[in-house]
């Protein structure tokens, strides 16, 4: 089945203390990218890959890091979350970025205290 | 920069009504509109979309209509049922570029 995973579902953390999303695609996409949804803003995305060791900032990057080492994965990495981090984050992949099928994961729900 | 601002953020219908939500977008050069249903607790998931080169696109009740010189489209959709019930996102982008989203519609259909 194609799909996206995103791991963890649901993360509860305190301030600075670093920590990592995992995405995971099966479909050999080469686009992935991030996103966070709030309320009343939409999706706005964070970081994005076109391919292996290609990644570039979206939207709203400050505070989060991203690596491509692999085709497959696509980790999001909060070195030091701040409150202002607690959101919804998605994970999405496609066949060559934006103008093609966005596939999304389950989404996480990160809460920083 | 580019933008795309939707309309309403929430609307509620009668089961069997027809609902409209409409976006607006920014950038002229955009060619491509797609618009994704996210059900609660899942993410969003692709429902129609529509390129630069067409004028309107239909998919059983669900419709998307596009007007380039006034940089609108909308979304239609006909015969509601309760399962319609969700957030939907209309969202541009311009050849391999980003997409970018709307700020969201929560669709309430009551029976």
């Known amino acids: 089945e194609a799909q996206v995973t995103q791991n963890p579902r649901y993360l509860i953390t305190v301030t600075g203390k670093k920590l990592t999303v995992t995405c995971s695609q099966n479909m050999n996409h080469e686009y992935m990218s991030w996103y966070r949804q709030d309320p009343g803003l939409g999706l706005r995305q964070i970081y994005y890959s076109m391919n292996v060791e290609v990644t570039d900032k979206g939207d709203v990057p400050e505070g989060y890091k991203v690596s491509r080492k692999e085709k497959r994965n696509f980790p999001l990495i909060l070195e030091s979350p701040s409150p202002n981090q607690t959101s919804l984050y998605f994970c999405?992949?496609?066949?060559?970025?934006?103008?093609?099928?966005?596939?999304f994961g389950q989404g996480t729900r990160l809460t920083v205290v | 920069g580019e933008n795309v601002e939707q309309h309403p953020s929430t609307l509620s219908v009668q089961e069997g009504d027809s609902a409209v939500i409409k976006c607006t977008y920014s950038d002229s050069a955009s060619n491509y509109f797609p618009w994704y249903k996210q059900e609660l607790g899942k993410g969003p998931q692709l429902i129609i979309d529509?390129?630069?080169?067409?004028g309107e696109k239909k998919d059983q009740r669900i419709a998307v209509t596009l007007n380039k010189t006034a940089k609108h489209f909308s979304l239609h959709i006909t015969e509601t049922q309760p399962e319609d019930s969700a957030v939907y996102f209309c969202?541009?982008?311009?050849?391999?570029?980003?997409?970018?989203f709307g700020q969201g519609t929560t669709l309430q259909v009551k029976p």
């Open positions: 999405a992949s496609s066949f060559s970025g934006g103008n093609t099928e966005a596939f």
């Open positions: 529509i390129r630069s080169n067409v």
């Open positions: 969202a541009a982008s311009k050849n391999t570029g980003k997409l970018i």
